[in-house]
């Protein structure tokens, strides 16, 4: 395997990961799951509608509105517990992520043309020594990490398909977030844009 570009402390990038086919099976196996668990545009705690389309796959999914944020053992639109994993993605795990704890999670997030995921911790999960695993498809993204603060400084970097990155140790509660994607980079996804798929032990 690889050894990956080390970012920041805890940061760390596996370029061009996922070959062309893999990641065509990921994308496949994305759609297919959300026929049964359709991307919905979350509102976020203060109402105002995401520009990201989200669904998830796993035991337990991420969802967002006026309540808050947390994770739910089921679709809140349909009511249906979620999809089950592919195993790709639990293979993924086990090499780059733990391998004696399995995810229980892996949040699915489609953005199209102007959607963007402005700075923020994923802090929402039990334990934080788990890491958060991250798979991009598609259109090339902008992508933003800073520190443990706020307001600590940020730095950029070009995620493009196929690439993974993990953030663990130091880095598990950065501020990290999507600047913008670029339209048109990629073919991969129906429809254009970028589908990041992260792994991630929520409970």
Request: net charge positive; charged share 20%.
């Amino acid at each position: 395997m690889a050894k990956p570009l080390v970012v920041t402390p805890g940061f760390d990038v596996w370029p061009g990961f996922l070959d062309s086919s893999a990641q065509d099976t990921l994308v496949q196996a994305v759609f297919a799951a959300a026929r049964e668990a359709p991307f919905t545009h979350y509102a976020t705690a203060y109402g105002k509608p995401m520009s990201v389309a989200m669904t998830a796959l796993g035991a337990v999914g991420w969802t967002s509105d006026a309540g808050g944020y947390r994770y739910l053992d089921r679709h809140p639109g349909t009511g249906r517990p979620w999809p089950s994993m592919p195993q790709a993605l639990l293979d993924l795990w086990r090499a780059l992520g733990d391998p004696e704890t399995p995810p229980d999670s892996c949040l699915v997030n489609l953005y199209r043309d102007g959607a963007r995921m402005g700075l923020h911790q994923d802090r929402d999960e039990a334990d934080p020594r788990f890491p958060v695993l991250s798979i991009s498809l598609g259109d090339t993204a902008v992508f933003r990490i800073g520190g443990a603060n706020r307001k600590d400084p940020t730095r950029s970097l070009k995620l493009v398909s196929g690439d993974i990155c993990r953030l663990s140790g130091p880095a598990r509660l950065s501020f990290h977030g999507v600047d913008r994607i670029l339209p048109g980079s990629s073919r991969l996804i129906p429809g254009g844009g970028r589908i990041n798929l992260t792994l991630r032990r929520a409970l």
